[in-house]
């Protein structure tokens, strides 16, 4: 394999940690995670394709409340890596526990704890360990909420452990409509931003959504678009 082969494969796979890093999120189609869980006895299912130059992604998470105090997820994804000669497909599964230790209120704050292991398919569960310290504000009644994340992880790839950050901001423009940005990344991964746009096709029961980010370094790089609906049930 080349030097030009590797260095793309290891650029997909610091992409891929730095999108799984606070993969704990507060709900598509940001990254950064909330201080919020979904109500007792109710479930929601995220979905959605992610594109960025060779890599594309495949994901499917549902989460439901589990006794009131926390909501348990289990993901999946399909994944392709075209960055070499040979397209490679790869699987991958991810189980989160969430639980908050202060619920948000409009026009007050919320903190929470995220557990996660991210791993591929025949790695008997070795994955990528992760804990999460969400952070959350309301303001203006709901209008604007900010989320400010830190954490650790443990990587499976050499078996290092990395200080993950992020902050974020969900602006409400109406009813069905929400903005999205945020910045975030992990020690010795390097940083991102991204911008989303949320419609809900059915309040408070289907939403449509969509991103666009890249890196944060000097010229950019690595654009990476995310389609994705969210379903939850009442």
Not at 11 to 21: E, I, P, R, T
Not at 90 to 106: C, D, G, I, P, W
Not at 111 to 136: H, I, M, T
Request: aromatic letters at 8%; charged letters at 20%.
């Amino acid at each position: 394999m080349t030097f030009a082969l590797l260095q793309a494969r290891a650029a997909a796979c610091v992409l891929a940690g730095l999108l799984a890093c606070p993969a704990a999120h507060a709900g598509r189609p940001m990254t950064v995670d909330d201080a919020a869980i979904a109500a007792p006895g109710t479930c929601q299912l995220e979905t959605y394709a992610l594109r960025a130059d060779h890599l594309a992604e495949y994901w499917a998470t549902p989460a439901c409340n589990v006794g009131g105090d926390w909501e348990l997820a289990v993901g999946g994804a399909w994944a392709d890596d075209t960055s070499g000669p040979r397209s490679q497909t790869t699987h991958h599964f991810r189980l989160q526990a969430k639980t908050v230790f202060k619920a948000l209120e409009t026009n007050g704050w919320g903190l929470g704890l995220v557990l996660a292991d991210q791993f591929r398919a025949g790695r008997s569960g070795d994955g990528d360990l992760s804990l999460n310290v969400p952070f959350s504000l309301s303001l203006r009644d709901d209008a604007v909420l900010l989320h400010v994340n830190a954490g650790m992880m443990h990587a499976e790839t050499g078996r290092q452990h990395h200080a993950t950050w992020g902050g974020g901001a969900q602006f409400r423009l109406d009813q069905r409509h929400s903005l999205t940005a945020e910045i975030y990344g992990r020690q010795h991964g390097g940083s991102r931003y991204q911008f989303g746009i949320a419609r809900a096709l059915i309040p408070d029961r289907l939403q449509i959504d969509a991103t666009w980010g890249r890196r944060l370094a000097r010229g950019g790089g690595e654009p990476v678009v995310t389609l994705g609906l969210v379903f939850q049930s009442h």
